[in-house]
Nanobody
Framework: VQLQASGGGLVQAGGSLRLSCAAS????????LGWYRQVPGNKRELVAY???????NYLDSAKGRFTLSRDNAKNTVSLQMNSLKPEDTAVYYC???????????WGQGTEVTVSS
């Protein structure tokens, strides 16, 4: 599975960005779809994901500001990010797993920079 991430950029604090991740095959039965982010020198952290039950889950600092959605017809998972803060600055990676024990697939990363 190949994942193509897009949508990063430079935005002022309080602004919005929408990240998209397009998969090379149907995502309808994927076990896990999500977005991670990483700041240089830090561990990659899970920002939001949709699990096998279909519910969405968010990093505490993202709740109320970020919305994760999937479009099975387009094989995409998107992350709408509103009210962005400088601390949201990171490289964002989409991630997918077909099954619980399956190999994780990663997108190439898209950079988000939020200026104060």
């Amino acid at each position: 599975v190949q994942l193509q991430a897009s949508g990063g950029g430079l935005v002022q604090a309080g602004g919005s960005l929408r990240l998209s991740c397009a998969a090379s095959r149907s995502i309808i039965n994927f076990y896990f779809l999500g977005w991670y982010r990483q700041v240089p020198g830090n561990k990659r952290e899970l920002v939001a994901y949709i699990g096998s039950g279909g519910s969405t889950n968010y990093l505490d600092s993202a709740k109320g500001r970020f919305t994760l959605s999937r479009d099975n017809a387009k094989n995409t998972v998107s992350l709408q990010m509103n009210s962005l803060k400088p601390e949201d600055t990171a490289v964002y990676y989409c991630n997918a797993r077909i099954s619980q024990a399956g190999v994780p697939y990663w997108g190439q990363g898209t950079e988000v920079t939020v200026s104060s």
